[in-house]
């Protein structure tokens, strides 16, 4: 069988730097807001090309606490893509804005600028990308449209860890870049983390302070925040990972390349160009039949997944928030099938893959 992803097999290899780390953690005595975290923070923004880096709890809260930063007024309109995960959009909700949603570009899942135009409104007041599958937006276009509109920008990289256009990587675009370091990410602690990157000194003041309790100094508190602090076990497994990044990316470059040589031409491949740095963190391609292609791989041994089944509009949570249709988003959440793509994966595996899939007809 070979697995949609095994975490066990993709931290084999850096075991002994893990524990080393947890060991050195709980030796210190130190468990919140220490050394490590700070570390962390240093060495990722130095990664990514940002200022600052802020650690928090999750990536949904990294969200929650930029858009809260940004000081939007209530009620304010912020663009999003129709597709997207249902946090990037949880995030516009729970800080107290509408969301508005932006068809994609089926080629590449990510927010269509082409779109943009149609969605914008008088009481439209930011736009939240999201980097889906390791790609990044088109933020040349993009950020040309904030700017002529006056619109703040916030990125999702929960899935961008690495990905770059123009040689300029995700999340140092706009206002503030998002990453959640869930397991599964190419960048994957060992439980829940997330951070915000910005070269904004006030905003990357603001957040360090909601973070933890509003409060930068003991018992001195300047905001209404709450507790949302990267911890210092994972700031410190996840310092581990991040010397690895480099490799991993490759490694996952190197599957996509195994891919697109060998998956068979009736799919529809992701869309590249040579401007473009993918990480894949998923590959997705897509196909009409894709349950019955999905349910066909699995008999024959190989598992995966699909990003999503449900597309935002259509969720119990949405009702009455995003109204429409949206038979773009609807096209993607029903052909979008998922193939293996790990750092636990070997070139056997995914050409394994490949062949299975030319056994059938297209």
């Known amino acids: 069988m070979i697995e949609y992803e095994s975490l066990t097999r993709s931290n084999a290899s850096f075991m002994a730097e893990l524990e080393q780390a947890a060991v050195r953690v709980i030796r210190s005595g130190w468990y919140v807001l220490g050394q490590e975290v700070a570390?962390?923070?240093?060495?990722?923004?130095?990664?990514?090309?940002?200022k600052h880096c802020i650690g928090v709890a999750?990536?949904?809260?990294?969200?929650?606490?930029?858009?809260n930063a940004l000081d939007l007024p209530h009620g304010s309109e912020i663009l999003v893509a129709s597709n997207t995960y249902i946090a990037t959009i949880l995030a516009i909700v729970r800080a107290g804005h509408k969301p508005v949603l932006v068809e994609p570009d089926l080629?590449?899942?990510?927010?269509?600028?082409?779109?943009?135009?149609?969605?914008l409104t008088s009481n439209a007041r930011a736009i939240c990308v999201t980097h889906l599958f390791g790609?990044?937006?088109?933020?040349?276009?993009i950020c040309a449209f904030a700017k002529e509109h006056g619109l703040k920008l916030v990125e999702d990289c929960a899935q961008s860890h690495g990905a770059k256009l123009s040689g300029q990587m995700t999340g140092t675009f706009g206002d503030a870049g998002c990453f959640s370091f869930y397991p599964t990410k190419n960048l994957g602690a060992i439980g829940d983390a997330g951070a915000v990157v910005t070269n904004d000194d006030a905003l990357a003041d603001?957040?360090?302070?909601?973070?933890?309790?509003?409060?930068?100094?003991?018992y001195v508190n300047e905001y209404v925040g709450v507790n949302s602090r990267l911890d210092e076990m994972q700031a410190a497994l996840l310092r581990v990972k991040l010397r690895?990044?480099?490799?991993?990316?490759?490694?996952k470059r190197a599957l996509a390349e195994i891919y697109f040589d060998h998956l068979p031409g009736w799919l529809a491949l992701p869309r590249r160009r040579d401007d473009e740095y993918d990480v894949f963190h998923i590959f997705g391609v897509r196909h009409a039949r894709r349950d019955e292609l999905r349910?066909?791989?699995?008999?024959?041994?190989?598992?995966?997944?699909?990003?999503?089944?449900?597309?935002?509009?259509?969720q119990k949570a949405m009702k009455g928030i995003l109204t429409g249709d949206w038979p773009l988003a609807d096209e993607l959440h029903a052909t979008e099938l998922s193939l293996p793509i790990s750092v636990g994966h070997s070139g056997e595996d995914i050409r394994q893959v490949c062949e299975i899939l030319h056994q059938f007809d297209g």
């Open 244 to 251: 690895h990044l480099g490799e991993m990316t490759q490694h």
């Open 295 to 314: 349910e066909g791989l699995l008999e024959r041994g190989v598992k995966t997944e699909i990003h999503y089944p449900i597309p935002p509009h259509k």
């Open 135 to 141: 790609k990044s937006c088109r933020m040349d276009a």
């Open 39 to 50: 570390a962390f923070e240093t060495e990722f923004a130095q990664f990514v090309g940002a």
């Open 107 to 119: 080629e590449t899942f990510n927010m269509d600028p082409a779109c943009l135009p149609a969605a």
């Open 206 to 218: 603001r957040l360090r302070h909601t973070r933890n309790y509003g409060s930068k100094q003991k």
């Open 58 to 67: 999750n990536g949904l809260d990294a969200l929650i606490l930029s858009i």
